[in-house]
């Protein structure tokens, strides 16, 4: 049951989502179906790279002159994801044209904030990017949290840890 979403949880903001009950949640990040390529290869160099599956599908595989009831049972995955843990960055975008209160999700394969070689992964939820912004620029440097690049399929999400994310919305 590896981030299946059952319903928009009112946990205190728009990313938060309960995933099998209230007491296991992550942080949505916005914008990632953007940057898909660039998620792709932050996960790719990432050091602690899982693969999990979840139950198993039976599909029966008919040939061209199979007898009737005949074939063949072939066992897949239901349900294969990628994991990757990675640390990422949370960097406020004052001068972003669409949002001045615009927070960047940002991560470097190295574990540290780089501007010149981190790659952007997406974007703080426009409703709670207001309330954390002010925040992130009084800091003298960008936020630190941990997270994680799930993908199925070549399609790929980034997942913050909610315990950090909430903090950082109560302050």
Same mark, same amino acid.
């Given at each position: 049951?590896?981030?299946?979403?059952?319903?928009?949880?009112?946990?205190?903001? *728009?990313?938060?989502? $309960? /995933?099998? *009950?209230?007491?296991?949640c992550f942080y949505d990040v916005a914008g990632e179906s953007f940057r898909q390529d660039d998620i792709e290869a932050v996960a790719q160099a990432g050091s602690s790279f899982m693969r999990t599956t979840e139950g198993v599908v039976r599909t029966k595989i008919l040939k061209p002159g199979d007898a009737p009831g005949g074939g063949r049972w072939r066992e897949q995955p239901a349900?294969?994801?990628?994991? /990757?843990g990675v640390i990422l960055w949370l960097v406020p975008e004052p001068t972003n044209e669409h949002d001045p209160n615009a927070v960047g999700v940002? $991560?470097?394969?190295?574990?540290h904030y780089r501007p010149e070689q981190s790659v952007l992964m997406g974007y703080i939820p426009r409703q709670? $990017?207001?309330?954390?912004?002010?925040?992130?620029?009084?800091?003298?440097?960008?936020?630190?949290?941990?997270?994680?690049?799930?993908?199925?399929?070549?399609r790929w999400g980034v997942k913050l840890d909610s315990d950090a994310?909430? $903090?950082?919305?109560q302050t």
């Open positions: 049951m590896i981030f299946r979403r059952k319903r928009k949880s009112d946990l205190g903001g *728009g990313g938060f989502y $309960a /995933v099998d *009950g209230p007491d296991n349900n294969t994801w990628d994991i /990757v940002w $991560a470097d394969p190295t574990g709670d $990017a207001a309330r954390i912004s002010g925040t992130l620029q009084r800091r003298t440097a960008p936020e630190r949290i941990e997270g994680t690049i799930v993908g199925r399929h070549s994310m909430d $903090a950082l919305l």
